[in-house]
């Protein structure tokens, strides 16, 4: 015998797919909002460890700043030590200069010259004085070049001078002061040069 269905099942199968399909449709959702979460709470993890490498970097970029104007100061202080040293080193090598000087000045005076003054700028000697004669201020020039603390003489002026009887000749002269030791440094380093 042949047994019919009466009951409304297209009905029933209609209402059991769109269950599904609801179903279905509300897990997607939630998966895609879970999803989305998901990438954003990555995306938020990865800004946080940014700030945060960013925040070190920082800190050590202000520490190479510190040690970097540290640096500096020391250099300056470093510059300023080592012009006090040359000063002092200077002093130090002039300070017998003087005591040479004018014992040069006393061998090179030839005879019938006389110095009525001598003035020092830096390394430039001014020597004024009167002289019996022309040749005797030649002397002198000749006797100043051959001299180890002192080179390069220039006359500035040579003039009669009528104010006394002896008709004698007022001279000024500049020349280069220079210490021997330290000319026969540079020679020696001038001539390793070479070498």
Same mark, same amino acid.
């Given at each position: 015998?042949?047994?019919?269905?009466?009951?409304?099942?297209?009905?029933?199968?209609?209402?059991?797919?769109n269950k599904e399909f609801f179903l279905?449709?509300?897990g997607g959702a939630i998966l895609a909002?879970?999803?989305? #979460?998901?990438? @954003?709470?990555?995306?938020?993890?990865?800004?946080?460890?940014?700030?945060? %490498?960013?925040?070190?970097?920082?800190?050590?970029?202000?520490?190479?700043?510190?040690?970097?104007?540290?640096?500096?100061?020391?250099?300056?202080?470093?510059?300023?030590?080592?012009?006090?040293?040359?000063?002092?080193?200077?002093?130090?090598?002039? %300070? $017998?200069? @003087?005591?040479?000087?004018?014992?040069?000045?006393?061998?090179?005076?030839?005879?019938?010259?006389?110095?009525?003054?001598?003035?020092?700028?830096g390394n430039r000697l001014t020597l004024?004085?009167?002289?019996?004669?022309?040749? %005797?201020?030649?002397?002198?020039?000749?006797?100043?070049?051959?001299?180890?603390? @002192?080179?390069?003489?220039?006359?500035?002026?040579?003039?009669?001078?009528?104010?006394?009887? $002896?008709?004698?000749?007022?001279?000024?002269? $500049?020349? @280069?002061?220079?210490?021997?030791?330290?000319?026969?440094?540079?020679?020696?380093? #001038?001539?390793?040069?070479?070498?």
């Open positions: 015998m042949v047994k019919i269905n009466l009951l409304p099942w297209r009905e029933e199968r209609r209402q059991q797919l279905i449709l509300g909002v879970l999803s989305v #979460a998901f990438v @954003m709470w990555l995306y938020s993890q990865s800004i946080e460890f940014q700030h945060k %490498r960013n925040a070190y970097l920082k800190e050590e970029i202000a520490k190479l700043d510190r040690d970097i104007a540290e640096i500096r100061d020391l250099e300056k202080k470093k510059a300023n030590l080592l012009s006090r040293k040359e000063v002092i080193e200077d002093l130090q090598g002039k %300070r $017998t200069q @003087m005591v040479h000087l004018f014992d040069e000045l006393v061998k090179t005076i030839p005879n019938g010259v006389f110095l009525e003054s001598v003035k020092q700028q004024e004085g009167y002289a019996q004669s022309h040749s %005797r201020v030649s002397a002198y020039l000749r006797a100043i070049e051959s001299s180890k603390w @002192m080179d390069k003489p220039e006359v500035q002026y040579i003039k009669a001078d009528d104010t006394f009887d $002896t008709h004698e000749q007022k001279f000024r002269l $500049t020349a @280069m002061l220079v210490n021997p030791n330290l000319k026969k440094d540079d020679e020696t380093t #001038a001539q390793e040069d070479a070498q």
